[in-house]
């Protein structure tokens, strides 16, 4: 079995400010993990990927994300927050388990403040 | 390249009512999935196929059917529409760990 805690439903920041979301995930294989993104009124696009040839994965956008085993975690971070960055933000996890099927997290809405 | 192709874009049905959301893709993906998504909810599994003639239930399958009868194609039926499948759904095709590739969506409402 496969699940994903994204904590925080919403998140705010300032224009400048860091921004971090966060992503715990459980699986009994070895994951692989993906963070989307979701523009206003748009489909889903990915972010960026893990799949274990490197615990700190860079995306598009100034985007990046870790993968902690020992606290079954990808966080996704970004320096400084663009008000274009506001957006609905997914974590996903599959495995070989899951059938590769991808499980998504409820998602989190990144508000950027000028 | 045309990658995932959903139709259609949106759809009104009345309750009872059914109808056929179409999925194809032309990137000879073996695994093909459909989402519904819900203000709050995330994305959902609904149904996935992981070849050609497989198909298995994800999380939310009541009120759905799927068939796989070749690579490409992957419709979602809709048996007896009702209030509560009023939703954004979304097709997505993928080869094995690889991301997915997500159609544009089909925004559906049930009155």
């Known amino acids: 079995a496969q699940s994903v805690t994204q904590l925080g439903s919403h998140v705010s920041v300032s224009e400048g400010a860091l921004v971090l979301l966060r992503c715990n995930y459980s699986?009994?294989?070895?994951?692989?993990l993906f963070w989307y993104v979701q523009y206003p009124n748009q489909g889903l696009q990915l972010l960026l990927k893990?799949?274990?040839?490197?615990?700190l994965v860079k995306g598009i956008n100034g985007f990046e994300a870790e993968f902690k085993k020992s606290e079954t975690s990808f966080h996704l971070t970004k320096p400084s927050a663009h008000m274009s960055d506001a957006a609905e933000y997914f974590c996903a996890v599959s495995s070989s388990g899951g059938s590769y099927i991808p499980t998504f997290g409820r998602g989190t809405s990144l508000i950027v403040h000028p | 390249n045309a990658g995932v192709t959903q139709t259609p874009k949106f759809q009104v049905l009345k309750t009872g009512q059914s109808m056929t959301l179409q999925c194809a893709q032309d990137m000879n993906h073996e695994y093909m999935s459909w989402y519904r998504q819900d203000p709050g909810m995330g994305l959902r599994l609904i149904h996935y196929s992981v070849g050609a003639g497989i198909t298995d239930q994800g999380e939310v399958p009541n009120g759905y059917n799927v068939s796989r009868s070749t690579t490409e194609d992957f419709p979602l039926r809709l048996l007896s529409a009702a209030p509560s499948q009023t939703s954004v759904y979304f097709c997505?095709?993928?080869?094995?760990?690889?991301?997915?590739?997500f159609g544009n969506g089909t925004r559906l409402t049930v009155t």
């Open positions: 699986s009994s294989v070895p994951p692989y």
């Open positions: 893990y799949t274990s040839a490197a615990t």
């Open positions: 997505a095709s993928s080869s094995d760990s690889s991301p997915l590739h």
